[in-house]
């Protein structure tokens, strides 16, 4: 199993600004994923953040708009940059720890007003 | 992608009754897992069962894989079980641990 903690656990921040979200987890892993969860919907892949390269981006979703960097195998981060109120979701980091079990962080919940 | 249904959508219990919620595939898969989700967001790995059958405590899940569904089962609800299931699966052929999500079933289980 793994441990992954995320910071924040939640932010307020006005539009046009930007948020970054960091994933930590207590052991070093394969796969990191992020993932976003808009309200009361269900969960959306991100993009997989991978270790020394560039993020690998689910179609509608932007290296621009989304930065993520994975500097090594226990951590990464998500920059929400120049929000605006439809960014307003849940964000969560997850990792496969190659056990074929998926493990979730506690998720960042963001409002943009 | 591999589309995932569950059903049904919603779902309302008194304490001590027993579900049954189902998630249906569309296609071969390496790794299906149920979550909950409580109300404070955080998802809490229930089953990783790609197939056969597990049982742990008041919960059991059973995937046909052959069949491409699976069910979860909630016995004696309890108040706190409320919240929302969710079945992910990863496609043979996908990206290794890419999970595609259903759309979950909210339970909502009274006292």
């Known amino acids: 199993s793994a441990v992954i903690s995320q910071k924040p656990s939640r932010d307020i921040c006005q539009r046009g600004t930007s948020l970054t979200i960091q994933c930590q987890v207590d052991?070093?892993?394969?796969?990191m994923f992020w993932y976003r969860q808009q309200p009361g919907q269900s969960l959306t892949l991100i993009a997989t953040?991978?270790?020394?390269?560039?993020?690998?981006?689910e179609s509608g979703f932007v290296i621009d708009k989304f930065p993520i960097s994975r500097p090594n195998l226990t951590f990464s981060t998500l920059t929400v940059s120049n929000m605006s109120p439809e960014d307003s979701s849940i964000y969560l980091c997850?990792?496969?720890?190659?056990?074929?079990?998926?493990?979730f962080g506690p998720g960042t919940r963001l409002t943009v007003t | 992608g591999i589309q995932v249904e569950q059903s049904p959508p919603d779902l309302i219990l008194q304490e001590g009754a027993n579900s049954t919620l189902r998630c249906n595939f569309s296609?071969?898969?390496?790794?299906l897992q149920w979550f909950h989700q409580n109300p404070w967001g955080q998802l809490i790995n229930l089953f990783y069962i790609p197939s056969g059958t597990k049982q742990n405590g008041r919960l059991s899940a059973t995937t046909v894989a052959t069949e491409r569904y699976s069910l979860l089962y909630i016995s004696s609800s309890q108040t706190t079980d409320s919240g929302v299931y969710f079945c992910a699966v990863e496609g043979r052929g996908s990206t290794l641990g890419r999970l595609y999500f259903g759309r979950g079933t909210q339970l909502t289980v009274w006292p």
């Open positions: 052991s070093q892993v394969t796969m």
């Open positions: 953040a991978n270790q020394g390269s560039e993020a690998t981006y």
């Open positions: 296609d071969s898969v390496n790794n």
């Open positions: 997850s990792v496969w720890a190659g056990d074929y079990e998926q493990y």
